[in-house]
C-alpha cells in the first residue's frame, strides 16, 4: 500500500522527502526529454522502412524473404541490443550506455545511406537495431529509478506516445518522399540521424542513477547526485547495497521468474501485431479491401496518436492490471473480425481496424511502464533488457513471416494466427499480471505479489 507519510525527519530535525515522493523538478522533465526523444527516434527508424521499401523492391528486386529480412533487421538488432546492452549496464551502470547508444545509432544511420546490396542494408540496421535495444533497457530504468511514483506511470506510459509520433512523422514524410526519386530511400533511411546526433549531444554528461549507485555500495556519490538534482533535502531510505554479485539469472530465481515470464510474454504478445501489421501497412490494406489512398493513411496515423495519448488517461485512471486484461479482449475480438469479414464490409471492416488501432496504441504504454516496475534494481535494466528482446525477437519473427505468409497462405488464415497471438497474451495477463500502481519503486519490484 501507498506510505502516506511521505515526509520524515532525520535526527538533526530537518524536514526531508523520499526520492518516490519528490516533486516533479526541471530534472525530471529533462531525463524524460532524453529518454522521450529516444523513442521518438526509433518510432520513426521503424515506420520510415515501409515506404524505403516500396522503392528498394523493384530497385533491388527483392524476393518476399529480403522484404521480410529488411523490414525485421532492426528488430533483430533490438533483440540483441536490449539483451546484452541491458544486462552490461546492470554493471558498468546506467548513463554509459545512455550515451553509447545514441553513437552506435547514429553512426548506423548514416551508414545505411551508402547500402548497395541488401545484405549491407540488413547488416547496418541490425547495427541500428544493437542501438536502440540498449537504449530500451536503460532509457526506461533511467527514467523510472528518478522519478516520484506520483508521475512514474505517465511518463514511463508516455513513451508510447512519443514513439507514435515518430512513426507518424515517418509514414508523413514517407508519402511526401516516396515518389520525389528513386534513391529516396537512402535520405530516408538516414534521415534517422538527424534526431539521433541531436539526442546524443544533449546526453553527455547525464549523470548516473542514484539508485544503480547505492546497489553498488557507492552511496555518497548517489547522495550527491540527489542533493544537486532532486533536491537537497531528498532521501534514498528505501534502496540498500547489494552484497551478492546478481547476475543474469537472478531473473529466473524462483521468487522473481513469474515477473519475468509476465512482462516477457505479455510484451511479445502485444507488439508481434503491431509491428507485423503497421511494418506492411499498405500491403496489409490494400489485401483487406481497405486501400483509399493516402486518406486512410492519415486516419490511422490520427488514430494511432489519439490512441497513444488515452493511454496515458487509461494508465492514470485504471488499474495497470486491468487496462492491459481489457485491452487484450478488445484486441481480440476486432482483429478476429478483420480476419473473418469479407472485404465487402468495407464499413464495418474500416471500424474494426480504427478500433483495433485505437486500442494497440493506448495499451502499448503499458511496455513502458511494467517491465521497469518489476525488477529490483540490481537486475532492473536486465529485466526490462530481456523483456524488450524477446518482444523484438517476436516482432523480427513476425515481421520476416508476414509477407511469406500472406503470399502463401493468405491474408485471413494470417491475420488469425496474429489474434492466436493475441489470445495467449490475454490469458498469462489473467493469470500474472500484478498491481503495480501507486507503489513506490521498491514496493512495486520487490512486494513479489502477482495474481495467480
Known sequence: MENKNVAITDNAGSHTIKLDDAPLNKFHIKIAGLTFGAHFTDGYILGIIAFALSLLTPQMDLTPFWIGLIGSSALIGLFLGSLVLGWVSDYVGRQKIFVFSFIVITAASILQFFADSPTELVLYRILLGIGLGGDYSVGHTMLAEFSPRKHRGVLLGSFSVVWTFGYVVANLIGILAVDSAPDAWRWMLASSAIP???????????????????SK???????EIVKKHVGPNIVLDDEKPVQTNSSFSTLFRKDIRKRTAFNCIFFVCLVIPYFAIYTFLPSILDAIGLSEGYGTDFLLNGLLII???LGIWFTVKFTRRGFL?????????????LSVLPSSATVLMILSFAIFTLIMSAVSNLVGVFPAESFPTEIRSSGVGLATAISRL????????LPIGIASIGIQFTMLCLTGVLIIGAI???????????????????????HS
Do not use: Q, Y
Open 217 to 223: 555500495g557507492r552511496v555518497k556519490e548517489a547522495r
Open 428 to 450: 498469462v495477463s489473467m493469470a500474472w499480471a500484478p498491481e503495480t500502481k501507486s507503489l513506490s519503486l521498491s514496493e512495486a519490484s520487490n512486494s513479489g505479489k502477482t
Open 325 to 337: 486484461i481489457s485491452s487484450f479482449m478488445v484486441l481480440i475480438v476486432t482483429l478476429t473480425l
Open 307 to 309: 490512441g497513444a495519448l
Open 196 to 214: 539521433a546526433v541531436i539526442i546524443l549531444v544533449l546526453r553527455m554528461g547525464t549523470p548516473e542513477s542514484p539508485r544503480w549507485l547505492i
Open 394 to 401: 517476436g516482432s523480427a519473427i513476425g515481421t520476416f513471416l
